[in-house]
């Protein structure tokens, strides 16, 4: 669309050349002869530009400059001035004209300083927008937030700071003093400012208005600017006053929808999956195989409000490019050979209710540019049509590979990363919460009987103290495997160290009943991967559910030898 010109000149000639002008290079141009016409037309008309003389007959352009600016201050106002005005067309400069074109004006400058006030409006359009849009972020989180200068003076909060760190609109400029009970904060503020380093203090008390108590976490960290000049502190609180309830109600909880333990891990995972569930941000879940990823993003979907809705699983991993392409969005009729008529993707199958992309870090290139759309504007097109599809889907990935190292060697987005992991939950593998085996135990045995119409009742002493030791490179997978093979071959009630597989028993023999140290478990576990995956190392890095990179930095260190 033409960008609209207003030319504020009371000299007709000079009037209808400037117009004569602009309007050949394609601007919209409207005239005004004096201060009256001027403003009539600008409360009118929205003007991308204005030129006006400085000495408009009996009136003054100062005056069109003001009351431009007063209406609409992002409107560029450019003076045109004769010789003996020149000094006041600089003062018009300070009150926030653009510039100014001394007389006689030439075609050239004319057209030079109208592009110039351009693009210099549409520059100050976007920074305005995104600072807009940075404020509204700002105003709309529900962290509190604060930053101080490197006096600690107040720079900046946005709504929930003022609650919670008590501030008043005089605050700004002002001596940050936390109230009674929020010394964590000034602490916090302290170190940062001393060390330009942040600090993080995970779930503390603090008092908000005066008496109410919260629980918070928090952190600080340092204001660089590009330049890399250290200019003070932020400050971001997180009230986690309901998850910490939510904890203490899981005191005694020994299960969670299908998840069994009652590790302080566990808990807090169920507290969290529980706060989660209304919540329709995207999750990322990550953990080694078998930790029980999909059974959290089950939970988390049969928690909340879409669990009347579908639960849809997809194996990324499992599809190549195409094909999961055709998986996760369908395809139209014809839409490539082979497609004999419309499919409805999963995406579509999920609407209203969740999707789960499980090992989510194995998807390619194209699919991760596919996903992030989806994920930023809840749309997608099916192969073969170009129709946009809405849907309401709340999105859970899983991943056993550390993804922000993929992100590190260029394998996987960051803007996908940093969409996927808006909320993440770390599941912690079983040999880091052993104090589950005998729950998961139980509850496996309980299952096999069921199933194999067995009276397995329980595992021998010496059967459980072999499972406290074992590393469990598989996790609970692995480790209701271990009891449904027991199952089988057990003839009694009880199941004793005869009837565990053959892994067992080695380790059994080699460690005995100590408990393995960090060491041993890692070179089991790599071991063990190794050879289930043949000597394939990049194999064994997805069995173990960490990166190739990772994995020969721990066989070097382990001084683990071992033939491709
Ligand atoms: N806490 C738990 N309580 C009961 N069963 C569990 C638990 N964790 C895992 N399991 C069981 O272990 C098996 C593996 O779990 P799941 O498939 O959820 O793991 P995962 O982390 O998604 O694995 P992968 O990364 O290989 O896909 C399932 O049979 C699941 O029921």
């Known amino acids: 669309m033409a960008r609209r010109v207003l030319i504020v000149e009371d000299e007709d000639t000079l009037r209808f050349t400037f117009e004569h002008f602009l309007a050949a290079e394609g601007y919209a141009v409207d005239t005004a002869a004096d201060f009256a016409e001027a403003i009539g037309k600008v409360e009118s008309a929205d003007y991308d530009l204005v030129f006006t003389d400085i000495i408009l007959g009996n009136d003054n352009g100062i005056d069109v400059l003001r009351e431009v600016k007063e209406r609409q201050p992002s409107i560029p106002v450019v003076m045109i001035t004769g010789y003996p005005n020149v000094e006041t067309a600089s003062d018009a400069v300070r009150l926030g004209a653009f510039d100014y074109l001394p007389k006689p004006v030439k075609r050239d400058a004319l057209l030079r300083v109208a592009r110039m006030a351009l693009e210099h409006k549409d520059l100050m359009e976007e920074r305005e927008k995104y600072r807009t849009n940075l404020e509204a972020i700002f105003q709309s989180v529900d962290d509190a937030i604060l930053t101080v200068d490197l006096d600690m003076n107040v720079v900046a909060y946005n709504e929930s700071g003022k609650y919670f760190f008590s501030l008043a609109a005089e605050s700004i400029g002002r001596r940050y003093v936390p109230g009674e009970g929020n010394g964590a904060f000034l602490h916090a503020l302290t170190e940062t400012l001393k060390t330009k380093r942040p600090v993080e203090t995970q779930r503390t008390e603090c008092v908000v208005g005066g008496s109410e108590k919260r629980v918070v976490s928090l952190k600080t960290s340092p204001l660089v ?9 932020v400050m971001v609180v997180r009230d986690e006053t309901r998850l910490d309830d939510l904890e203490k109600s899981f005191e005694g909880r020994e299960t969670f929808h299908n998840l069994v333990g009652s590790s302080p891990r566990m808990k807090e995972i169920y507290a969290f999956v529980e706060s989660l569930a209304d919540v329709p941000t995207t999750v990322l879940v990550t953990g080694e195989s078998g930790t029980g990823k999909e059974l959290v993003a089950a939970a988390l979907h049969y928690k909340g409000g879409r669990s009347t809705k579908p639960f849809v699983k997809v194996n990324c991993s499992a599809l ?6 055709s998986e996760l969005f369908g395809h139209v009729k014809g839409a490539f050979t082979g497609a004999i008529k419309d499919k409805m993707g999963r995406f579509q199958k999920a609407d209203g209710g969740t999707i789960f992309l499980d090992e989510i870090g194995d998807i390619s290139p194209g699919m991760q540019v596919r996903l992030l759309r989806v994920l930023q504007e809840r749309e997608f097109e099916r192969v073969g049509d170009s129709t946009p599809i809405k849907v309401d889907v709340r999105v859970i990935a899983a991943t056993n590979v550390d993804l922000a190292e993929k992100v590190r060697i260029g394998q996987f987005r960051e803007d996908l990363f940093y969409r996927l992991k808006v909320v993440r939950i770390h599941i912690p593998p079983l040999r880091e919460r052993r104090e589950d085996i005998p729950m998961l135990v139980e509850h496996f045995l309980a299952k096999f009987r069921g199933k194999f119409k067995k009276d397995v009742s329980a595992v021998s002493d010496e059967v459980m103290k072999v499972f406290m030791s074992y590393p469990w490179p598989g996790n609970v997978r692995e480790l209701e495997h271990v009891l449904e093979h027991s199952c089988i071959v057990c003839t009694s009630g009880l199941i004793t160290l005869e009837h565990l597989p053959s892994d067992f028993m080695e380790h059994h023999e080699i460690h ?9 478990t890692t070179l089991q576990a790599i071991r063990k991967a190794l050879e289930k995956s043949g000597g394939n190392k990049a194999k064994a890095a997805r069995l173990l559910g960490i ?3 990772t994995l020969y930095r721990k066989l070097n260190e382990l001084k683990i030898v071992h033939d491709e």
């Open 320 to 325: 190549a490019e195409p094909l999961l392409e």
């Open 547 to 549: 990166s190739r990179i």
């Open 512 to 520: 005995g009943n100590e408990p393995a140290t960090e060491r041993e």
């Open 225 to 233: 600017d590009r330049t890399g000049t250290f200019s003070g502190a």
